[in-house]
């Protein structure tokens, strides 16, 4: 037989390993425009929900800024004239702001990707590749 009926191992493991190798590109990009499109919906959503609820937002930056605030060094000053009261205040605002850093942490995760399921997505495509080299290899011997 010549080489165009029979095609060589090495011939059939590249066909194998390009196909893996395409499959994996559209993978890829499914998983880049997936992930446009949920920062663009975020954003979208963060801009409407500003503009239905403007005071919400202005109590937001307040207690964002408060955190802020409370995570700055204080003077000896501050310190002589606001006593307890400061350390209560910077207690609260303390908490405001691990509880703004929690909410905030949820959310930023709500819109990534799931770790796990990219990992297996992973797993597959390389699996597929070696799979397909191996055929490749079968068919060749």
């Known amino acids: 037989?010549?080489?165009?009926?029979?095609?060589?191992?090495?011939?059939?493991?590249?066909?194998?390993?390009?196909?893996?190798?395409?499959?994996?590109?559209?993978?890829?990009?499914?998983?880049?425009?997936?992930?446009?499109?949920?920062?663009?919906?975020?954003?979208?959503?963060?801009?409407?929900g500003i503009e239905s609820s403007p005071l919400a937002a202005l109590v937001g930056g307040a207690a964002i800024g408060v955190?802020?605030?409370?995570?700055?060094?204080?003077?000896?000053?501050?310190?002589?004239?606001?006593g307890p009261i400061g350390k209560r205040l910077t207690d609260g605002a303390a908490a405001a702001a691990r509880s703004a850093r929690d909410a905030g942490k949820q959310e930023i995760?709500?819109?990534?990707p799931d770790k796990q399921g990219a990992k297996d997505r992973a797993a597959t495509v390389l699996g597929n590749v070696a799979k397909a080299a191996r055929e490749g290899a079968k068919t060749g011997v």
Request: no cysteine; hydrophobic share 35%; aromatic share 0%.
């Open 109 to 112: 995760e709500s819109l990534m």
């Open 1 to 48: 037989m010549n080489e165009a009926q029979n095609p060589s191992l090495t011939q059939r493991t590249r066909e194998a390993a390009t196909h893996a190798v395409d499959s994996t590109r559209g993978a890829a990009t499914h998983a880049i425009d997936t992930t446009r499109n949920t920062a663009s919906k975020a954003a979208h959503k963060t801009a409407t």
């Open 67 to 82: 955190a802020i605030g409370a995570l700055l060094p204080r003077t000896e000053k501050e310190r002589q004239t606001l």
